[in-house]
């Protein structure tokens, strides 16, 4: 291994003129240092104010370091970030995908919160839902198109290619896991990682980190949307979520829904196969010390979050 400025090279894997392709420890390195720079400044700008915290997080703190980053190994932003352009034949996939997706994650956070609730947990308010229509509107530029572009860029733009070396498999499971660790929530861990998940696949099949992008995009857009409706107009009892058979039937149809997609996008990305020849589940190298750092501040972030909510911890 050849030490580049702090971060691993490893000797003979050119991915290109002149560009060398980060090694597992190079990438964990870029997210701890990132990672810090979201739980420290990033948390202090969001409690000053949420909707400029948000904008300085995305903006300020996790873009520049994947740009750099970029940069520093001279990756080619248009084929190894994959930042081309969408055939605009996987939109309706898409669509079809981001609906039923989050619909089957908000049952699975839906699901683990009624169960803790049993216990005591009262659920935490990590984003104030919009009053407005003008808030809702800052939302989507500071939560939708600020994390869409900005994380994407970071996961999928940079962690992910730099393993695509050692099979699509193992770089997608890798830059999925650290995206869950990243957003350092238990209550939504396997909905984030789902999500992050069906964003690598997309990335991957549409060979566009534009679709990623939109995915990501629309995927929080709907989020703030049913934030908005669910507060201003008492949307569950609307929809009749009170009625196990209808929950169980949306369940079902989301379920059905976001087989089809995957199905419909592994026949549109025709000459990519993601599970063809995996000989492990993860990258050679994925167990590093950043690495490690970076699950530890998963479970401190995350333990504060249940302390939080089974009232053993206040905040004021």
């Given amino acids: 291994m050849l030490e580049n400025n702090g971060f691993q090279v490893p000797q003979g894997e050119a991915g290109g003129a002149g560009r060398t392709t980060p090694s597992p420890l190079s990438l964990s390195k870029l997210l701890l240092f990132t990672f810090v720079l979201l739980i420290t400044i990033g948390a202090v700008a969001q409690v000053a104010n949420f909707e400029v915290g948000m904008f300085i997080t995305q903006w300020l703190l996790i873009l520049p370091p994947a740009l750099w980053f970029l940069k520093r190994y001279k990756l080619d932003f248009v084929n190894f970030a994959r930042f081309k352009s969408l055939d605009l034949k996987f939109v309706p996939t898409l669509l079809l995908l981001v609906v039923c997706a989050w619909i089957t994650s908000m049952f699975a956070a839906s699901a683990l919160i009624g169960l803790l609730m049993n216990y005591g947990y009262e659920p935490l308010e990590l984003i104030p839902p919009p009053e407005t229509l003008g808030h809702l509107f800052i939302y989507y530029l500071v939560i939708a198109i600020s994390a869409g572009v900005c994380e994407e860029v970071l996961f999928r733009g940079a962690i992910m290619p730099s393993l695509e070396k050692q099979g699509y498999f193992p770089a997608l499971m890798f830059s999925t896991l650290l995206f869950a660790f990243f957003h350092g929530s238990f209550i939504n861990l396997a909905s984030i990682f789902f999500l992050g998940f069906i964003i690598g696949v997309v990335v991957i099949k549409t060979?566009?980190?534009?679709?990623?992008?939109?995915?990501?995009?629309?995927?929080?857009?709907?989020?703030?949307?049913?934030?908005?409706?669910?507060?201003?107009?008492?949307?569950?009892?609307?929809?009749?979520?009170?009625?196990?058979?209808?929950?169980?039937?949306?369940?079902?149809?989301?379920?059905?829904?976001?087989?089809?997609?995957?199905?419909?996008?592994?026949?549109?990305?025709?000459?990519?196969?993601?599970?063809?020849?995996?000989?492990?589940?993860?990258?050679?190298g994925w167990l590093n010390w950043a690495a490690v750092i970076i699950f530890l501040l998963f479970v401190i972030m995350a333990s504060l979050e249940l302390l939080m909510g089974f009232g053993f911890l206040t905040v004021v």
Wanted: aromatic share 14%; charged share 15%.
């Fill in 207 to 284: 060979g566009s980190l534009l679709g990623g992008i939109l995915y990501h995009f629309l995927n929080n857009a709907l989020a703030v949307t049913y934030l908005y409706l669910a507060n201003n107009y008492n949307l569950e009892s609307h929809l009749m979520l009170d009625d196990y058979r209808v929950l169980i039937l949306i369940l079902l149809l989301a379920l059905a829904g976001v087989f089809f997609g995957l199905r419909k996008l592994h026949e549109q990305g025709k000459g990519i196969y993601i599970w063809r020849g995996k000989e492990r589940w993860l990258p050679r």
